[in-house]
């Protein structure tokens, strides 16, 4: 067996299903959004709770089933940069309303098709009454998005 870093954190990801799992997830020493944007096809879970009821205690779940990743990180730096509140609708019909940083970029359409990671960071969040810091929204699953 061989020794890496152990960083485990606690999630809560919304399947397309519509189901909540909560669990941690062991980043191996990077960032949670390096871990959700990398290549692994699955988030590995363990010590799983699904919609509320002991699940699993390990559980592969494959990012292209995942809406939205909440990290439950806390943002207590200043936003710096360029910033646009965005509202998006995934295909189970939530609504995601939330600031994304779009530095680097002429205009919110730019950033929105030119930024390729696989989930959209988004900050300040409110999804049908669930309040959040940080949001990992699904780019596959948003059905439209637009600035507020």
């Given at each position: 067996?061989?020794?890496?870093?152990?960083?485990?954190?606690?999630?809560?990801?919304?399947?397309?299903?519509?189901?909540?799992?909560?669990?941690?997830?062991?980043v191996l020493g990077?960032?949670?959004?390096?871990?959700?944007?990398?290549?692994?096809?699955?988030?590995?879970?363990?010590?799983?709770?699904?919609?509320?009821?002991?699940?699993?205690?390990?559980?592969?779940?494959?990012?292209?089933?995942?809406?939205?990743?909440?990290?439950?990180?806390?943002?207590?730096?200043?936003?710096?940069?360029?910033?646009?509140?965005?509202?998006?609708?995934?295909?189970?019909?939530?609504?995601?309303?939330?600031?994304?940083?779009?530095?680097?970029?002429?205009?919110?359409?730019?950033?929105?098709?030119?930024?390729?990671?696989?989930?959209?960071?988004?900050?300040?969040?409110?999804?049908?009454?669930?309040?959040?810091?940080?949001?990992?929204?699904?780019?596959?699953?948003?059905?439209?998005?637009?600035?507020?």
């Amino acid at each position: 067996m061989s020794d890496y870093p152990k960083q485990d954190h606690e999630i809560i990801v919304l399947t397309a299903d519509n189901s909540r799992i909560t669990g941690c997830i062991n980043v191996l020493g990077r960032s949670i959004a390096a871990y959700l944007q990398g290549p692994e096809p699955d988030i590995v879970m363990y010590d799983c709770l699904i919609d509320g009821m002991k699940g699993a205690d390990t559980l592969m779940l494959s990012k292209k089933q995942v809406l939205w990743v909440n990290s439950r990180e806390k943002y207590d730096g200043q936003k710096v940069g360029n910033w646009q509140t965005l509202m998006f609708r995934l295909i189970n019909g939530a609504m995601v309303k939330g600031d994304v940083n779009v530095t680097g970029y002429d205009r919110v359409s730019d950033f929105l098709q030119n930024e390729h990671g696989r989930f959209y960071e988004i900050h300040d969040v409110e999804t049908n009454g669930y309040l959040c810091d940080l949001l990992y929204v699904s780019r596959e699953h948003t059905v439209w998005k637009k600035p507020v």
